[in-house]
């Protein structure tokens, strides 16, 4: 099966930068995606990493250690419109999945003036 | 470009009732899916579609039924309602393969509240 794990919350205040950090466990790993989602909102595609390393994105990095099975999305001088939620979520391949993305719970990040 | 639409937004179900929800996109793509969210679970699919005619269950299909009859829209069914079914439902597309960074990129509607009462 597949399983990922990422804090249910996270706070910051405007201007810092935070850290949301997501683990998983999964066959036939692709690579790590992100998603935003504001409160009553659709979720939209941040990044994608399918090597190590670090992707910027303006404000936003994500880095992948597939050895770690481990990424985490990195937001720099935060604004209240960043107040979200944040998924990621594994693209696996192989069998019957044909590129299948699975998501993780989410993490409720609140952005304090 | 419209991108992909679901109807309805909104609609409120008795037990037992049946009713179809209907997603459309306008970006080409081949594979289609179907999402449920509830909170504190985040996204889990129902169904997806890797072409037009083509059909294959996720993680949670008990109780849905879908159907791809043109490249563009993706319907799914609920038979006989039940309040567990009480959800919100996104539909996504993406393209067929990736090989570039945006390889992981779904592209969602804008999603359908669902009461089963």
């Known amino acids: 099966g597949q399983s990922l794990e990422q804090p249910s919350e996270v706070t910051a205040v405007e201007g810092a930068i935070v850290q949301i950090n997501c683990t998983y466990q999964?066959?036939?790993?692709?690579?790590l995606s992100w998603y935003q989602q504001h409160d009553g909102g659709a979720p939209t595609f941040l990044s994608y990493?399918?090597?190590?390393g670090l992707e910027e994105t303006g404000r936003f990095s994500s880095f992948l250690s597939r050895s770690d099975s481990y990424g985490y999305l990195l937001l720099q001088e935060l604004q209240m419109k960043d107040s979200a939620s944040y998924f990621c979520a594994v693209r696996v391949e192989g069998g019957s999945t044909l590129g299948r993305l699975y998501f993780g719970r989410g993490t409720q990040l609140t952005v304090w003036p | 470009n419209a991108g992909v639409t679901q109807t309805p937004k909104f609609r409120v179900l008795k037990t037992g009732q049946s009713m179809t929800l209907l997603c459309a996109q306008d970006?080409?793509?081949?594979?289609m899916y179907w999402y449920r969210q509830d909170p504190g679970m985040g996204l889990r699919l129902i169904h997806y579609s890797v072409g037009e005619g083509t059909t294959a269950k996720g993680e949670v299909p008990d109780g849905y039924n879908v159907s791809r009859l043109k490249k563009q829209n993706f319907l799914l069914g609920l038979e006989s309602a039940a309040p567990s079914q009480t959800s919100v439902y996104f539909c996504?597309?993406?393209?067929?393969?990736?090989?570039?960074?945006?390889?992981?990129?779904?592209?969602f509607g804008p999603g359908t509240r669902l009461t089963v009462l």
């Open positions: 996504a597309s993406s393209y067929l393969t990736g090989t570039s960074g945006r390889a992981g990129e779904q592209f």
């Open positions: 970006m080409n793509h081949e594979y």
């Open positions: 990493n399918a090597l190590d």
């Open positions: 999964t066959s036939g790993f692709y690579g």
